[in-house]
């Protein structure tokens, strides 16, 4: 279907997005700064997924509306395939033909007042399609992402169908405007469990064959580690540890990824050791200076409290933001390592 | 949208018997009326009898042809009106609802100035400056009665508007790059069809308390019959004084059934919007044979007393052996 | 009890053995029995069976985990046989009796619920089960403060105890979750969503029922937070040997956290055994394909499958198991004919599968026929060290 063979790439440099807010009602309150996304650099590469774990409050969501263009950064860059992106102009249809959103909820995501046909039609007009087109492309929209034979979707409601099926009609209307990156807003965490493998099959699928550029965000870091040539873990707007492939999972040398993979259920592992109760003398989760995980962790120190921790290379293309790692590694400001190195899903 | 069915609910069903026939009436009652109704050429004040039904006027007037020729006025400006106010409706709130900021609040500023001015005492202001030859013209009638009718759908529409607009699907429409007026026109309008059919109801109802209303007091030309100027007309020639109640009785009974089935079709739409509501199959005979008490208390979930295993019980367990 | 070889502490209060019992427990004694149980929504010919012919027995200090998807009927099951269940929910067969514990004679005192009076139902609710719901973050009044949630349970239930006592005793349950008293004074929106869970749960211990049941209650939270839930839940069970039903989609989670899972599709029981042995042997073919669907932490990756097809229709049912559309072990009978929950060993668990009814010629596939691994016991405690060392990179 991919009639264009250039290959796309979206990066992202210092991205940032703060919102302020009055502490307390009325008029006359203190203004605070809610920093929803701080410096946030990432590349997204043709015929590779990036995964994107953090959990509610990370910033995630707001990253990926930057990315898509729906929300002004208030400070960042961004380049699609190495050109300068206008990021306070308005977006350009041009840019929406080649970054689409997938977003989480697919019983809300489709108007269940039309059929699926209406709702795979209007990007195809938007974006130029001739009205008699349209039928056979969106058709094939359909196959793409395996709801086969397509006319018995095409004029179902929504109601009709199920969350997997859904969805796949969702990924189906954003890859109908031949997008080159996929943003996916934690497409399977609203999905059954069983149908949830189908859709990341999907996903990697399309990476894999039609060289797509995905940005999977998701709370889960296991089905990261099922899809992802590149991890990276957020916190509090800020990315704390990235890797390519599964190396941080593997090896997680950041304290919140730590607890993040105690914490998942893991019945194949059953002995490991459960995540340290830290005794925290407050209720605040994200400090405002210094390391903003320094109140929930385990190995915190002085310099924590204080300075804000710089990204540490740990090796091979993992970076970390941690003081822990000051002597170990070298300090790497902004910028993606460039080694290629990630792990390849083999079937079995 | 999904077919049309005849709903089952008896309410909703009385509604639309009389929503009907009074429509059926406004297009085929002057044709059926017996006698012209200004025609003077009977006795004055007759009571009922087989050759008027509802008896005469004290001018000679045939009532009964009256009231079957007032109906298609009464009902076409009602129309009329509730059509135009919810059109004016649904643009200003939908708009206001999604726009949002400065237009928001101009657009809100509008209607709630035209909701705070009382309505009858404009209409009446508004009519009575206009030329005597407009008067007897119901489309301007309508046209200015909606006038005062549309800042009530609005302000419900606006609401609506604003809880939808954050939905999902908004959204996606605008990450696939969809214009903002094709978003209110195509994706959230049509999410809105319940909200503006029962506004539209209410409106038509209101529309038709003006109407009556203004002509009762005078402000319509009596060339044009409707319900409201029988009333007029009973009214200034001391009919209830006179104990003629067959004069001023039936319109009022119509303008009542008329507003009643309206209301009555809005309990329809209720059910239609919420689906809990709809009790698909569920009717009350088979809930009593059943043993359920007609509206089952929350924390107290019935238990079927039926000894009978349902048809559904039989086939799943059949087989089975072990 | 066997501890296995690999060298572990003498298993204490709390600590479950590889047959899924609870060490330390006075007696298996059975605090909720479901038998027969059906639930349908509608009644007449429209009625659509949420639930089919459920039998479920919970034990005390004993954490029953039910494992299903959308359709499942998981969540319908408790409300219903806790007579919760919103119309146009009925019940329609079966029996649910609550065992209340024995009298002074020794004699067992059992209320059956199904013929239970509001005003019985309304003295044991909360008293001797409690619920949280799949809400319960949103369950707490807005614009009360915590403390007053505390003491409307307290006076209604416990009408003898002074003001101080309540209040003594409301602080007791906060700690009990790992909350401070200062907790009390706040209203819900100031506080997170974990807390509010905790609140949850210390309200549903109020009274120290003998059944708390559970329905999702942390699908809505962090991970991080559902590790410390579960934990503190498992440790108020040990100390205070209440009985839990915990209702999830996560069978991973529940895995970790139950003594026995019982995993429903369509409305009924396909599989129920101990967690070990339900997680190394699964016998059912849905219970592998959902294990098959999470995918792993650690190890190779590889491509996995889930299961095809989507959760089932309720009103559309089929003929025969209602899996067989998905199976990939299907067989005719499985077509036509509806499996019932038969042993498959003599450890009490069931399966409902034609492949394990022991049919001449059946051939069990090898990943339904594993045998049970004996794994170690579980730890729910926090430990206090061994987080991997960060200063190996150096």
Redesign the interface.
Same mark, same amino acid.
Do not use: F, W
């Given at each position: 279907m991919q009639n264009d063979t250039t290959l796309g790439q979206l990066e992202a440099r210092g991205l940032t997005r703060h919102y302020s807010m009055r502490a307390s009602a009325g008029f006359f309150g203190p203004k605070r700064i809610v920093r929803a996304v701080d410096d946030v650099s990432l590349t997204l590469k043709a015929g590779r997924v990036t995964a994107v774990v953090g959990?509610?409050g990370s910033g995630k969501s707001v990253l990926a509306r930057m990315l898509?263009r729906?929300i002004v950064p208030t400070s960042g860059e961004l380049l699609l395939d190495g050109t300068a992106v206008p990021v306070h102009a308005k977006r350009t249809?041009a840019y929406?033909?080649q970054v689409?959103?997938v977003?989480?909820?697919p019983f809300?995501?489709?108007?269940?007042?039309?059929r699926v046909r209406h709702s795979l039609e209007?990007?195809l007009l938007?974006?130029g399609a001739k009205k008699n087109e349209v039928e056979a492309l969106a058709a094939a929209a359909l196959e793409r992402v395996s709801l086969d034979p397509p006319a018995r979707y095409l004029d179902r /409601?929504p109601h009709e169908l199920?969350?997997?099926?859904l969805q796949r009609v969702?990924i189906a209307?954003?890859l109908?405007?031949k997008p080159k990156i996929l943003l996916a807003d934690e497409p399977i965490s609203m999905l059954?469990?069983?149908?949830?493998?189908?859709v990341?099959?999907l996903l990697r699928g399309l990476c894999d064959n039609d060289k797509l550029a995905i940005l999977y965000i998701t709370?889960?870091?296991?089905?990261a580690? /099922?899809i992802a040539d590149e991890t990276i873990v957020m916190y509090a707007g800020q990315v704390v540890e990235r890797s390519n492939g599964?190396g941080l999972?593997?090896?997680?040398?950041h304290?919140y990824t730590?607890?993040?993979?105690?914490?998942? &259920?893991? &019945?194949?592992?059953?002995?490991r050791?459960?995540?340290?109760?830290v005794d925290r003398l407050t209720q605040v989760?994200i400090a405002q200076k210094g390391c903003r995980f320094s109140p929930r962790c &385990?190995?915190v120190m002085d310099v924590c409290r204080n300075n804000e921790p710089p990204m540490f290379d740990?090796?091979d293309g993992h970076v970390s933001k941690?003081w822990?790692?000051a002597?170990?590694?070298e300090i790497v400001d902004v910028g993606l390592p460039e080694t290629q190195r990630g792990?390849t899903?083999?079937?079995? | 949208m999904s077919a049309l069915k005849i709903p089952k609910s008896p309410k909703v069903l009385l509604g639309l018997i009389i929503v009907g026939f009074f429509l059926i009436l406004t297009v085929i009652g002057p044709w059926i009326a017996p006698y012209n109704p200004s025609a003077t050429t009977f006795a004055p004040n007759m009571t009922p009898s087989w050759a008027h039904w509802f008896g005469t006027t004290s001018l000679g007037q045939d009532i009964f042809s009256q009231l079957l020729v007032g109906a298609r006025a009464t009902m076409v400006v009602a129309l009329l009106a509730g059509l135009v106010a919810t059109a004016l409706a649904m643009t200003i709130g939908i708009a206001a609802g999604y726009l949002g900021g400065p237009a928001d609040e101009g657009l809100t500023m509008l209607s709630n100035v035209f909701l705070a001015i009382p309505g009858l005492p404009l209409l009446i202001v508004i009519d009575s400056y206009l030329p005597v030859a407009d008067r007897s013209n119901e489309y301007v009638i309508g046209l200015v009665i909606s006038l005062t009718g549309w800042a009530w759908g609005a302000r419900v529409l606006r609401a609506q508007t604003l809880s939808l607009r954050n939905r999902d699907f908004v959204e996606a429409s605008r990450i696939i790059g969809e214009s903002r007026l094709r978003i209110m026109v195509t994706e959230v309008a049509p999410n809105l069809l319940p909200v503006l059919a029962s506004s539209l109801l209410f409106t038509i109802l209101y529309a038709i308390g003006a109407y009556v209303t203004l002509a009762y007091v005078g402000l319509t030309s009596t060339a044009v019959w409707n319900w409201g100027t029988m009333m007029f007309w009973a009214q200034s020639n001391n009919a209830p004084l006179a104990g003629q109640w067959y004069w001023y009785v039936p319109p009022g009974i119509c303008i009542a059934l008329v507003g009643t089935g309206l209301a009555l079709l809005n309990f329809g739409i209720d059910e239609f919007i919420n689906p809990r509501l709809r009790a698909s199959g569920l009717t009350s005979r088979l809930r009593r044979r059943a043993g359920i008490p007609r509206r089952p208390r929350l924390g107290y979930t019935p238990v079927l007393r039926s000894a009978r295993p349902s048809a559904v019980a039989k086939r799943l367990s059949t087989s089975s052996t072990k | 009890m066997t501890t296995d070889a690999l060298d572990l502490q003498e298993p204490t209060l709390g600590e479950v053995q590889t047959d899924g019992r609870l060490v330390g427990s006075e007696t298996a004694d059975l605090v909720f029995e479901i038998r027969n149980f059906s639930v349908d929504y509608g009644w007449g010919v429209g009625a659509v069976r949420a639930v089919n012919a459920v039998n479920l027995d919970v034990h005390r200090a004993q954490i029953l985990g039910i494992a299903g998807e959308s359709g499942s009927g998981k969540s319908t099951l408790v409300y219903a046989a806790t007579r919760l269940l919103r119309s146009p929910g009925v019940i329609s067969g079966g029996g649910v009796t609550l065992n209340l514990g024995k009298d002074d004679q020794g004699i067992m005192e059992s209320v059956d619920l199904l013929k239970a009076s509001e005003k019985e139902l309304r003295k044991i609710r909360w008293s001797q089960v409690s619920i949280v719901l799949q809400s319960a973050l949103n369950a707490l009044n807005p614009v009360l403060r915590i403390s007053k949630g505390f003491e409307e349970i307290l006076k209604t239930h416990r009408p003898d105890m002074s003001k101080g006592e309540r209040r003594a005793r409301a602080i007791e349950l906060l700690s009990m979750v790992g909350l401070d008293e200062d907790r009390l004074q706040r209203f819900p929106h100031e506080l997170s969503g974990g807390q509010r869970q905790r609140i949850m749960i210390a309200m549903a211990l109020a009274l120290d029922p003998q059944l708390v049941i559970m329905d999702e209650p942390t699908t809505a939270l962090d991970v991080v937070t559902q590790r410390e839930i579960i934990n503190e839940l498992s440790d108020l069970r040990a100390r205070f040997g209440f009985a839990m039903i915990f209702i999830t989609h996560d069978l991973s989670l529940l895995v970790e956290l139950a003594d026995e899972i019982a995993v429903m599709y369509a409305g009924s029981i396909v599989e129920r055994a101990p967690a070990g042995a339900l997680y190394s042997a699964p016998r059912h073919p849905y219970t592998l394909g959902l294990l098959n669907s999470s995918p792993p932490l650690h190890g190779e990756r590889r491509e996995l499958e889930g299961i095809p097809g989507s959760p089932p229709d309720l009103a559309d049912m089929v003929t025969g198991c209602s899996f067989h559309a998905r199976c990939p072990y299907k067989m005719e009978k499985c077509v036509t004919d509806v499996p019932a929950l038969v042993p498959t060993d003599d450890t009490g668990r069931v399966v409902a599968c034609w492949l394990h009814s022991g049919d001449v010629g059946v051939v069990v596939p090898e990943p339904l026929s594993r045998l049970v691994a004996i794994t170690p016991a579980k730890k729910f405690h926090t430990v206090s060290s061994t987080v991997k060392k960060v200063e190996e990179a150096s």
């Open positions: 959990e509610s898509a729906i249809l929406t033909s689409q959103l977003l989480q909820d809300s995501s489709i108007n269940p007042v039309h209007r990007p938007i974006h /409601y199920s969350g997997g099926q969702s209307r954003a109908c405007v059954d469990v069983s149908v949830r493998l189908g990341l099959n709370h889960d870091i296991a089905s580690r /099922y599964t999972i593997d090896e997680p040398t304290p730590q607890l993040l993979i105690a914490s998942v &259920p893991d &019945p194949a592992d059953p002995t050791a459960m995540p340290e109760k989760s &385990p190995h740990v090796g941690c822990l790692h002597t170990s590694g792990g899903i083999t079937k079995k | - | -």
